[in-house]
């Protein structure tokens, strides 16, 4: 099969995937919403940080550096296996023996046990990594379509059970520990990769010299997403801190899949044409004209519709989130651009340029958010919309100088679809404030004419990204 078709052919599979575990994602939020109470998310919300952080600790780079790699041996899968395990023993420990210090820091005695049984997850997907590295350099989406969603489906009613018994927020601790081991023996299950007991220490140092730079990024990273969350829970209620974890969860669900599903299959297929700065540049233009074309007016359009959709799926409850939603929206719009952008650092092997980058924009972020720290949680989240817009120029830099693409290009190739989605949102926001229909006839109507209006415009106007869009729907139809 060649690169192309291999590309259209892993997209569709990651697409239907991510779509397939939005819808499940946001149906299990939407009824344990209905269980539990916004403190039940607000404890969550403080273990996130240490939990991400062991994450990242597990994983320490080894995936995408075995991505990227042109060939790897049985050898080299079976030493980043048992490193993987290694450091997932490692973080798991350390978290346990942080637990009650950081069930002191938050005043909540209830963290403790939360985090020593929340943190198995850690272990428990240690085991799965480097069976996804291998469908993922073969492109073989379909497989952990059909690994995944049936995984999403039954941990979200044992959580859905769980909530509808009364267990609060065990609900959600047993959603994340059901989903990583169904997905860990589903895994297992389907691939015919197993691990020998031969390790190769050359390929440790080689492995870990790329990875410990993406190590410290991702340290770096996580601080700068979940320092919000870990400082709205420590200033301000639980439940407080249960309004923006719900918010952030919902982006996460119905736009973050989304541009991890494009940023997943295009990684290991830039990797493949890694050296051929000229075709490398054409393939990311082409991804980031798409891209953006899809996301700007989803996530914009949500945004101006995000008090009617929070009070039509929600209870009274949680209305008071709809705002944060809104603003964390806003922060979102410039993520598909960060996202790949930092593609092409990973792609080009350059780590030390992607932690230099990370050391800054932490620095801007945590800068940003001293000074909004005491003026309300909306200030705060107005203040990640700003970090958001300035890491776009750091992140942008370094693309311009590795593959000659110009921030001057870049602005062209996405400003016409980022200046007409802003257009169409405003005047939908405008209307809908206007209005005062029942919030499921708001929400249809709105949506609809969104999109209506800005296929529409796009035909009219030829914008390149629409040409590229439909070429490619077109193209994946004719092969499959």
Excluded at 26 to 42: I, K, N, Q, R, S
Excluded at 84 to 104: E, K, M, R, T, V
Excluded at 298 to 316: G, H, M, R, Y
């Amino acid at each position: 099969m060649s690169l192309s078709k291999k590309t259209t052919t892993g997209v569709i599979w990651n697409f239907s995937e991510q779509l397939g575990r939005r819808a499940i994602s946001l149906l299990v939020t939407l009824l344990l919403a209905y269980f539990l109470a916004p403190e039940d998310f607000g404890l969550l919300a403080m273990m996130a940080l240490f939990l991400a952080l062991a994450t990242n600790m597990m994983d320490s780079g080894v995936k995408e550096a075995l991505v990227r790699l042109p060939d790897v041996s049985d050898s080299d899968l079976s030493s980043a296996f048992f490193l993987n395990l290694s450091l997932g023993f490692i973080a798991y420990i350390a978290l346990c023996f942080a637990a009650p210090w950081i069930a002191g820091f938050y005043h909540e005695p209830r963290l403790t046990a939360l985090l020593q049984v929340s943190g198995l997850v850690v272990v428990i997907n240690a085991f799965q990594v480097i069976q996804i590295v291998i469908m993922t350099r073969n492109l073989d989406f379909k497989s952990q379509v059909k690994i995944t969603l049936p995984a999403s489906m039954a941990s979200g009613l044992i959580a859905i059970a769980m909530g509808y018994l009364g267990m609060g927020v065990w609900a959600l601790i047993g959603q994340m520990i059901s989903s990583s081991v169904l997905i860990t023996i589903f895994f297992w299950n389907k691939s015919t990769w197993r691990p020998k007991l031969s390790v190769n220490y050359l390929f440790f140092l080689e492995i870990l010299n790329f990875g410990y730079k993406l190590f410290i990024s991702g340290v770096l990273s996580i601080l700068a997403k979940n320092i919000f969350s870990a400082v709205i829970a420590k200033l301000y209620s639980t439940t407080t801190a249960g309004l923006y974890y719900l918010s952030e969860r919902m982006l996460d669900v119905l736009m973050g899949q989304l541009v991890y599903a494009i940023q997943n299959v295009t990684y290991p297929v830039l990797s493949s044409i890694q050296d051929d700065t000229s075709r490398l540049k054409l393939a990311y233009r082409r991804i980031l004209g798409i891209s953006v074309f899809i996301i700007f007016p989803t996530v914009l359009v949500t945004a101006a519709l995000a008090e009617p959709l929070f009070k039509l799926i929600f209870s009274e409850k949680w209305w008071a989130a709809s705002s944060y939603f809104q603003i964390m929206c806003l922060g979102f719009v410039f993520y598909p651009l960060h996202a790949i952008n930092l593609n092409i650092l990973k792609v080009r092997g350059r780590s030390d340029l992607f932690l230099k980058l990370e050391v800054i924009k932490v620095s801007i972020s945590i800068s940003i958010l001293a000074m909004t720290l005491n003026q309300g949680v909306e200030t705060i989240l107005l203040g990640q919309v700003l970090s958001s817009f300035i890491a776009y120029f750091c992140n942008s830099y370094y693309s311009i100088q590795l593959i000659n693409y110009s921030l001057v290009e870049q602005f062209l190739d996405f400003s016409p679809s980022f200046i007409l989605a802003v257009l169409i949102a405003l005047v939908i926001y405008f209307f809908q404030s206007l209005l005062h229909w029942h919030y499921l006839i708001e929400v249809i109507l709105f949506s609809t004419l969104g999109a209506v209006s800005y296929l529409a415009f796009a035909y009219y106007l030829k914008l390149n990204a629409f040409s590229d869009l439909k070429e490619f729907i077109l193209t994946s139809i004719k092969r499959e």
